[in-house]
Nanobody, 126 residues
């Protein structure tokens, strides 16, 4: 059983930056692809970014390309989401998730992920 704990959320003005972190425990972190998803009020949860166990590839939803960067440190059991040039439409609860796979492809489908964190609120004011 893998436990995921997110941190780093908060309130920021438009154009600002935040760095989210998600630390895993209870499993072999490098055996998992990791993803970030978000859910805004009244909307469905959506894929944001993903990275396979090796960190060799990264995947993003179009709306965050060029602004967000996902990375991982397997020695620290942690995945990060650096968010720059934040916009009010980025406001949401952000969740990290773990998909047990050694594929070099990290998928954007939430049903593929086995474990989820509790979420961290990101609020971007205009």
């Amino acid at each position: 059983q893998v436990q995921l704990v997110e941190s780093g959320g908060g309130l920021v003005q438009a154009g600002g930056s935040l760095r989210l972190a998600c630390t895993a425990s209870g499993g072999t972190f490098r055996a998992y692809a990791m993803g970030w998803f978000r859910q805004a009020p009244g909307k469905q949860r959506e894929f944001v970014a993903a990275i396979p166990w090796s960190g060799r590839n990264t995947y993003y939803v179009d709306s965050v390309k060029g602004r967000f960067t996902i990375s991982r440190d397997n020695a620290k059991n942690t995945v990060y989401l650096q968010m720059n040039s934040l916009k009010p439409e980025d406001t949401a609860v952000y969740y990290c998730a773990a998909d047990r796979t050694l594929s070099e492809v990290a998928v954007p489908y939430d049903y593929k992920y086995d474990y989820w964190g509790q979420g961290t609120q990101v609020t971007v004011s205009s």
